[in-house]
């Protein structure tokens, strides 16, 4: 089982590469190396497949781009029942967040979910993520590693002192 299991969904069209760079920052940081039970993952497009990689984490971070009409470069972070509670999708994968969520919730699934979704203009192929977007997939990185720091801390402060049982 992974204790946090990070995601970065999406696709190589420009603005769309928002969950692919905040992965790929947070992995250039360091801040996962050595933690254990983290986990990064880039994510092609994973539609249904989504729901196999919520299941078996005690918590699941997704760093995916969305289209809500908000500036590019925002960003929105959602947590667990909160994704199932939105009407709107949160994906443009097929499948969306929440709905994958909902799907996974029904099979057992008990991780704690959280979505950082980051506002990004129309993909274009073969163009470059924008600066806003890049910007704040960086910036997402960052919240991420934070995270990982302080979950970390209090798997360890839980954690009884050597030689005792």
């Known amino acids: 089982m992974s204790a946090v299991r990070v995601l970065g969904i999406g696709s190589p069209f420009g603005d769309d590469q928002a969950g692919w760079l905040a992965v790929r ?48 470069g925002s960003v929105c972070r959602i947590e667990d029942e ?25 099979m057992g699934c ?17 163009a470059a993520p924008g600066a806003a977007v890049r910007a704040a997939a960086s910036a997402v990185a960052a919240q991420v590693a934070e995270e990982i720091r302080l979950r970390a801390g209090e798997r360890t402060a839980g954690a009884e002192p050597s030689g005792r049982r």
């Open 110 to 126: 008990r991780a704690h979910v959280v979505l950082y979704a980051i506002e990004i203009d129309a993909p274009v192929p073969g």
């Open 25 to 72: 920052a947070l992995e250039a940081s360091g801040a996962a190396a050595g933690v254990p039970g983290v986990s990064l993952h880039v994510l092609d497009r994973p539609g249904a497949g989504l729901v196999e990689r919520l299941l078996d984490a005690e918590r699941v971070v997704i760093v995916d781009a969305a289209r809500s009409g908000a500036a590019a």
């Open 82 to 106: 909160a994704l199932l509670a939105r009407e709107a999708p949160l994906s443009s994968h097929g499948l969306g967040v929440g709905a994958a969520l909902a799907l996974a919730r029904a």
